[in-house]
């Protein structure tokens, strides 16, 4: 699949799910603060090139990562629960296949080695490597949760950061494809983290979590990436000599082709753009203000006159697209709730409107993971203000001692209020998207026993009973 369908897909949305019970225990800042950290360091890296390391992984390992066997063995350990994996044991699970990937996070440059591809060959370019990378991060987690069960922490921040560190390089990886992918990586790290703090003695992370840098994951270079892609296609569009019959044809046949397998997956009716075209182009009042706009925005007059009336409503087409992509792409530097605040994405129409970056949907997937790491934050400043010696939860936020985060999806504090014991915690949902689960924000707290008391019983999740 290219890089640029793999970008166009949107997922239907479930019903609405029903806020998130977490019960953890009081805990105190570590001493030093930044004990534990959850990217690497300086004082950690090594001269290198990650990409090479990430990929490695695969090379003498084959066998774990994509035999029925491996395959078969993982999605077993992806849905058992804390406990059933402690038994499980898990020691040294992945071996070599995932001390590579350890290695690789730990070095100081990325570099993909794809850069050239993706300003020759355009929208058809193949990204193989980025199936078995989320293979790898599936692998990396099943390991950190097993780690979570046995109790051991440290081993467990020390794979948190191979994840976020692997999340964080895709994003220096030019497709917004490979930017979708280390979103996801960093929430199967960050789904582990809520709940390595709800288990006994676990440490606090309020200030490892304060110390993620923010985004983790970038969005312009893939996206630039993605804009390259396009040009590249773009580039057949003649504007300074009139094309052929059999060249417009050409073209139109292959992104007519690929706007509809777009369609296709995105789950949307076909569009015979190809018939909307001819019409467009036999329609002398279309034709006539085209061909005033190509002139208007630089185009020679006299050029703009040899064209066929398919070649300037095609380059007319081009224009607009050019325009409402740039619109998009600005929102680039904007936060989420000022891209929610303003009006709906800019559009176009023509052979283009099903090509245009998906800026705000993948802004919103960035700012969801921002969202549950401020989330996961305020359940740690939570603990913060219990262990204090109060052993209780506190009726406000102003009351916590410590920072914490706005809702990124709206700029202004989380709602909480402490009812009966529990804290209801909750956070907005992205513009659209209020009743898709997806982006569920809603946690109810309570507090379990302190630090070395016997655990509650727990569900799957390490959610109390």
């Known amino acids: 699949m290219t890089a640029l369908l793999l970008l166009s897909v949107t997922l239907s949305a479930p019903p609405a799910a029903p806020p998130t019970a977490v019960a ?19 004082r950690e890296l090594k001269p290198g090139n990650a990409a090479q ?13 994509f035999s029925k066997e491996g395959v078969a063995q993982r999605t077993r350990y992806q849905s058992m629960t804390l406990k059933e994996l402690r038994e499980e044991g ?11 990937a350890d290695w690789g996070a730990r070095l100081e440059t990325v570099d993909w080695q794809v850069l050239d591809r993706v300003q020759t060959e355009g929208p058809d370019l193949r990204l193989p490597e980025l199936e078995p990378l989320h293979r790898l991060a599936v692998s990396l987690q099943i390991r950190l949760r097993g780690e979570i069960a046995r109790g051991d922490f440290d081993d467990a921040v020390r794979t948190t950061k ?21 979103l996801k990586v960093a929430n199967l790290a960050l789904d582990a983290l809520w709940e390595l703090v709800q288990q006994p003695n676990a440490p606090n992370l309020y200030w490892a ?10 969005l312009r270079r893939g996206l630039q990436g993605d804009r390259a892609l396009a040009d590249s296609e773009l580039k057949l569009f003649r504007d300074d000599r009139a094309m052929t019959g059999a060249e417009t044809d050409e073209i139109v046949g292959r992104l007519s082709g690929r706007a509809g397998y777009i369609r296709q997956r995105a789950g949307l009716p076909p569009h015979d753009l190809r018939t909307a075209l001819t019409a467009r182009a036999q329609d002398a009042g279309t034709v006539r203000a085209a061909r005033a706009r190509l002139i208007e925005a630089g185009a020679g007059q006299f050029a703009v006159g040899t064209f066929s009336d398919v070649q300037v409503v095609l380059l007319d087409d081009k224009r607009e697209y050019e325009i409402a992509r740039d619109d998009r792409l600005k929102q680039l530097g904007l936060k989420a709730w000022e891209i929610d605040a303003r009006a709906t994405d800019a559009r176009c129409n023509g052979l283009f409107a099903d090509l245009l970056p998906r800026v705000t949907e993948l802004r919103h997937e960035q700012a969801r993971f921002e969202q549950r790491v401020a989330l996961l934050r305020h359940v740690e400043a939570l603990r913060l203000f219990a262990a204090t010696g109060s052993g209780a939860l506190p009726v406000s936020l102003t009351e916590v001692g410590v920072p914490v985060p706005d809702d990124p999806f709206t700029g202004k504090p ?5 009812s009966g014991g529990v804290a209801q915690l909750r956070g907005a949902a992205p513009k ?34």
Do not use: I
Request: hydrophobic content about 40%; proline content about 10%; some cysteine.
């Open 24 to 42: 953890v225990r009081p805990a105190a800042a570590p001493k030093p603060a930044l004990k534990y950290q959850l990217l690497p360091e300086v």
């Open 53 to 65: 390391w990430y990929l490695r992984c695969f090379m003498e390992q084959r066998q774990f990562f």
């Open 90 to 100: 898990l020691q040294n699970y992945g071996g070599s296949a995932l001390t590579q």
């Open 162 to 182: 191979t994840m976020t560190a692997l999340a964080r390089h895709l994003g220096e990886y030019p497709t917004a494809a490979a930017a979708r992918l280390g």
């Open 209 to 218: 979590l304060t110390d993620l840098p923010a985004p983790l994951v970038d």
């Open 414 to 418: 989380f709602a909480y209020t402490l």
């Open 432 to 465: 659209g998207e209020e009743k898709n689960p997806h982006f569920a924000a809603a946690f109810d707290v309570t507090l379990g026993s302190p630090e070395g008391a016997r655990p509650p019983a727990t569900t799957r999740d390490g959610v109390k009973k």
